[in-house]
Each structure stands twice: as structure tokens, then as C-alpha cells.
Antibody
Framework: QVQLQESGPGLVKPSQTLSLTCTVS??????????WSWIRQHPGKGLEWIGY???????FYNPSLKSRITISVHTSKNQFSLRLNSVTAADTAVYYC???????????WGQGTLVTVSS | QSVLTQPPSVSGAPGQRVTISCTGS?????????VHWYQQLPGTATKLLIH???NRPSGVPDRFSGSKSGTSASLAITGLQAEDEADYYC???????????FGGGTKLTVL
């Protein structure tokens, strides 16, 4: 059973960089069969796709966030990460990592981690 | 305002059937892109219910079914159970936005 777990600071100051890591267990991130994605959910709101990465490092980002995000893969650690720079209060959300199957759907999700942007 | 429109809430009594709609446009569902459905329960990981419009992953009860027609899709739940009380989201791809989009979510209440 594949499991994903997000980790990182729960509080980030405005204008700084949000950094999160997703650790994958029960499967190899570099198997090549899947993409790996980040999604976020603002408090009390719906889901927003952030972007995804392939084990080779190829990425595909949400155009509305593209200028501020970087998703990286660390195959030796079976992890992938998210960096979101120049954060504001509008970036306060629960951030999820997930596995992408079939090129288009998210078949395994992490539990999510709340990141609050506040001074 | 989400690109895919879902009713904010639906409800039903145990044993009944409910449907949740997901309405899109010609740049997403109407363009032929697949629709996927997720269940979100508080305190648990988000769960994939339906992929590729109507396909159930192993382990998902056959009480859950999906369909798609034109610019809309639907999730149907039959034999409603208390444990089905959750938030449900649809997801697809939008060619105008060049990315994946979600519905705003529907809260299902089991009366």
C-alpha cells in the first residue's frame, strides 16, 4: 500500500518561501509509472491543483502559480518537494501531496499539512 | 468561483439514492476530458472514488457510480450509509486554463 506523508513548517512569514517535502513509502517514486503532485485547499474552500513532477524531473505547473513555484524530485530519498516563494496570507492552506495515475487522476493522497502565512 | 460547478450540499436518508452533479464547459468536460471523483472525510486521507468518468478502483463499493454526458458528469451513491457523510469533489482538465481543475465540492449529509 502506497503512503504519502507531507512535512514542513506550519508557519511561514509573508514574503518568505514555503517549503514542503512529501515522503513516499510502499512504492518507488522512480518506477516511472506515475507522476507526483501537489494540491492545496484553502480553509473551508475547494481543492486547487499546484503542479506535478515525473521522476526524471519533468514538471507541469498550474499557470496561475507557475511564476512562484518549484517542484523537485529526490529519488534517492523517495521524496519530492514543493517550494512556493513570495508567500502572502492568500497562500494559507492545507497542502497535500498525491500520486498521479493514468496521467490524470490522483489515486493516493497524503493526509495534508496546514501551512499558515502570518507574521 | 470554481471552473467545475457542484451543488454546495445534498442530503438523503439511509438507504436512499443521491446524485452529485459536476457541470463544466466546452473547454473541460465538454471537450472530452475525463472526470474523476474524490471523497474527503475529516481526519482521513482524500480517497479516489471514480476515475475515467465511471471506473471504480478496487475496494470502492459498487454503491458508488459515475457517469458523464455532454458538459456534465454525475456521481451517484445508492444505499446511502452514515459513513458516506463527507465532502465530494470532481476533477477534470481544462484546455483554456492548461491545467487540472476541481469542482467546489459538495457536502453530503446523511439524515
Amino acid at each position: 500500500q502506497v503512503q504519502l506523508q507531507e512535512s514542513g513548517p506550519g508557519l511561514v512569514k509573508p514574503s518568505q518561501t514555503l517549503s514542503l517535502t512529501c515522503t513516499v513509502s510502499g512504492g518507488s517514486l522512480s518506477s516511472g509509472a506515475y507522476y507526483w503532485s501537489w494540491i492545496r485547499q484553502h480553509p473551508g474552500k475547494g481543492l486547487e491543483w499546484i503542479g506535478y513532477i515525473y521522476y526524471s524531473g519533468s514538471t507541469f505547473y498550474n499557470p496561475s502559480l507557475k511564476s512562484r513555484i518549484t517542484i523537485s524530485v529526490h529519488t534517492s530519498k523517495n521524496q519530492f518537494s514543493l517550494r512556493l516563494n513570495s508567500v502572502t496570507a492568500a497562500d494559507t492552506a492545507v497542502y497535500y501531496c498525491a500520486r498521479v495515475a493514468g496521467g490524470s487522476y490522483l489515486d493516493y493522497w497524503g493526509q495534508g499539512t496546514l501551512v499558515t502565512v502570518s507574521s | 468561483q470554481s471552473v467545475l460547478t457542484q451543488p454546495p450540499s445534498v442530503s438523503g436518508a439511509p438507504g436512499q439514492r443521491v446524485t452529485i452533479s459536476c457541470t463544466g464547459s466546452s473547454s473541460n468536460i465538454g471537450a472530452g476530458y475525463d472526470v474523476h471523483w474524490y471523497q474527503q472525510l475529516p481526519g482521513t486521507a482524500t480517497k479516489l472514488l471514480i476515475h475515467g468518468n465511471s471506473n471504480r478502483p478496487s475496494g470502492v463499493p459498487d454503491r458508488f457510480s459515475g457517469s458523464k454526458s455532454g458538459t456534465s458528469a454525475s456521481l451517484a451513491i445508492t444505499g446511502l450509509q452514515a459513513e458516506d457523510e463527507a465532502d465530494y469533489y470532481c476533477q477534470s482538465y481544462d484546455s483554456s486554463l492548461s491545467g487540472w481543475v476541481f469542482g467546489g465540492g459538495t457536502k453530503l449529509t446523511v439524515l
